[in-house]
């Protein structure tokens, strides 16, 4: 192994290190806590190390977004692998998308709700973002009925999976009602 092909994997190294430290923080005591200071203690590296591999904060959360869309597309995969039907795979792929959001909260907001500087439905949108749609649609695109557009549907199926994890989540919907709220949303699906 040559000395640049050590230095890019050390490099890739402290990343990971930093995307993962970041992540724990957040899930531990939310995003106000991470900071580029309190990063650098927990990694015992500088604050110009950490500058060295992110500009600040929001490209952290960009990673830890990125990271997490990749996850939550596995989730769903996973959870829909075994369905025999449209409604089951539906049914599955529901209760992945909200127990990923329920149990990976600080992931979930770098995904969707704070500014990681990523691009969404444009060209630019990096894969991983792209691909948690994607996720999504294979799942869904052939419940759509015949007069929706796929994509449109699972924007809009997205959406209220959405509602119904941040809902849930602020305490504004009861968590023991999650099960009859994934029934009535599959249940209305024209195709089902």
Known sequence: MSVQERKERERAG?????VATARELAEQQG???????RLAERIEYSQPVLYSHFRGKREIIGAVALQGATELATAVRT????????????????HAYLDFAAHNPAVYDAIFQLDGGLPYA???TPEPLKDAFAALQENLG???????HPGLFTET???A????????????????????????????LPAL
């Open 31 to 37: 995003w106000d806590a991470v900071t580029t200071r």
């Open 161 to 188: 999976l959405h509602g119904l994890a941040t809902l849930t989540r602020a305490r504004r919907l009861p968590p023991e009602d999650t099960e009859p709220r994934v029934k009535l949303l599959v249940d209305r």
């Open 79 to 94: 959870a829909t692998a075994t369905a025999n039907t449209p409604r089951e795979r539906v049914t599955a792929l529901a």
């Open 14 to 18: 402290r990343e990971r290190l930093i």
């Open 157 to 159: 199926f997205w959406a």
């Open 142 to 148: 052939d419940t759509a009925g015949n007069d929706t």
């Open 122 to 124: 444009q060209e630019d």
